[in-house]
């Protein structure tokens, strides 16, 4: 259905990806610029875990670059909100314009973007996505870094955490003592894990 209502949107718009299906784009989960606790304007989705193309230890082979084209889906809100909304982007990533602490700020040109599971194409809210510096490529190496505009959280050595969602601001969830010696990708795994429980001991009492 995806790829159908992408090809349909394409012929549409008379634009060319490439001669690209769903499948051709790498799926990355992300945080969408729905439900924050903070709002931002403009919004920017966030890059929370990338994926087999930018594993734990990126290679020169697998950090995101300019011109990848990228399936970015919000699997967050379904989990802790009774919705349909499952907001999914696919795109094309563009030139790094900024240097946040912890994260690259790309722009982007998108080929479907939907706020739904199933597919209702729309134009999509922003054009902007935070890539975690550890999983980007050199190209944005001349960029100032600048302190901190996204609401993250800076951990040791300029690890970012993603902003809180409206659901994050629970009493009973605080984030557990810093490891030394993880990845990013395994912090944000921890951190994941650990509020699962967390919420999971409160469901029960």
Known sequence: MW??????????????NS?????????????????????????????????????????????????????LEDDMICVHLPTEVFPTNLIHLGKPICHDRGYIIYQFTFDLFSHFRIPQPETAPTN????????????????????????????EEDYALPPLHTWDDDPFINPPPTQVN?????????????????RGEYARR
């Not at 790829?3 to 060319?16: G, Y």
């Not at 875990?49 to 950090?63: K, N």
């Not at 902007?128 to 510096?133: F, N």
């Open 19 to 71: 001669g690209l299906h769903v499948w051709d784009y790498h799926t990355i989960h992300a945080i969408s610029p729905f439900y924050r606790k903070i709002p931002m304007h403009p919004g920017v989705w966030i890059v929370i875990s990338p994926g087999s193309i930018g594993r734990g230890f990126p290679s020169d082979e697998t950090r995101l670059k300019s011109g990848v084209a990228l399936h």
């Open 128 to 155: 902007l996505v935070a890539i975690p510096e550890y999983h980007t490529d050199s190209e944005a190496a001349h960029l100032r870094v600048q302190e901190v505009t996204l609401h993250q959280r800076i951990q």
């Open 182 to 198: 993880l990845t990013w990708s395994e912090e944000m795994e921890r951190l994941r894990k650990h509020t699962e429980d967390v």
């Open 3 to 16: 790829d159908q209502t992408l090809q349909i949107v394409l012929r549409a718009l008379r634009e060319d």
